[in-house]
């Protein structure tokens, strides 16, 4: 007695059956919205003829600048410090290895979600001694209601397409089939900021020879949603 085989499973018929057609379409959304957060990088140095006194004025500056953005309170979210480094410099010229001087150098990154305070917090840090500052870079947090909100007009689009497809053939939607999501968000900086969003900072007045608060734009974000979506219709009358 020999053993039927066993019978594969036969992939479901891509394009529906006459008595059920099938609709495949793209709902796509592009939203512009305000930015959330905004993260600058600060990075201090410091420069000394021996390890130790690098160490010492790096450790000091270090200090500074954290106690410096650690009083904007609330308006700071994240505060982090990232690399350390001390570095000899040796010299040019002569034999051997002999070290001229050592270079220090740490990186903070700090988060603001309030933006008044951005300019001019960004300004006192760059008014310190050997620090430099990089960004602001304008984001969404990764769970902002704007990718919600991308991601369900995308599927309305998608439904309100095939609706409309439907609609040209003299028919309508009978069910859902399939919605595969194709990447639903891209947040990145895109164009300036709209009229309207301006920023601004108030003056720090500590000290008469205080540098003003640079007057900072704030860059719209671009939220991109894309789905596939299947479905049938009732068979259309084509005669």
């Known amino acids: 007695m020999t053993t039927p085989p066993s019978e594969e499973p036969q992939p479901a018929v891509p394009y529906g059956t006459p008595d059920a057609p099938r609709i495949a379409v793209r709902g796509e959304a592009?939203?512009?919205?305000?930015?959330?957060?905004?993260?600058?990088g600060v990075t201090v140095a410091s420069r000394g003829k021996d390890r130790r006194s690098a160490l010492d004025d790096l450790t000091r500056r270090n200090t500074a600048a954290l106690d410096l953005i650690k009083t904007y309170g609330d308006a700071v979210e994240r505060l982090e410090t990232g690399s350390f480094s001390i570095t000899p410099q040796l010299k040019e010229h002569g034999r051997g290895e002999r070290i001229h001087a050592y270079h220090g150098r740490v990186h903070i990154t700090a988060e603001l979600t309030d933006f008044t305070a951005l300019g001019e917090l960004t300004t006192r840090l760059a008014d310190l001694d050997l620090t430099r500052v990089d960004g602001p870079w304008w984001a969404l947090r990764p769970d902002s209601p704007a990718h919600r909100q991308a991601r369900q007009q995308a599927v309305r689009e998608a439904v309100q397409r095939a609706r409309e497809y439907a609609e040209a053939l003299g028919t309508t939607l009978a069910a859902l089939v399939e919605l595969a999501d194709i990447g639903a968000e891209n947040a990145a900086p895109a164009y300036p900021a709209a009229s309207g969003s301006r920023m601004r900072s108030a003056a720090y007045a500590a000290e008469d020879t205080a540098a003003a608060p640079l007057d900072?734009?704030?860059?719209?974000?671009?939220?991109?949603?894309?789905?596939?979506?299947?479905?049938?219709m009732a068979p259309p009358q084509l005669s």
Do not use: G
Request: net charge neutral; no cysteine; hydrophobic share 40%.
């Open 30 to 40: 592009h939203l512009e919205v305000d930015p959330e957060i905004a993260r600058i």
């Open 216 to 232: 900072l734009e704030p860059q719209r974000q671009r939220v991109h949603a894309q789905v596939n979506a299947r479905f049938t």
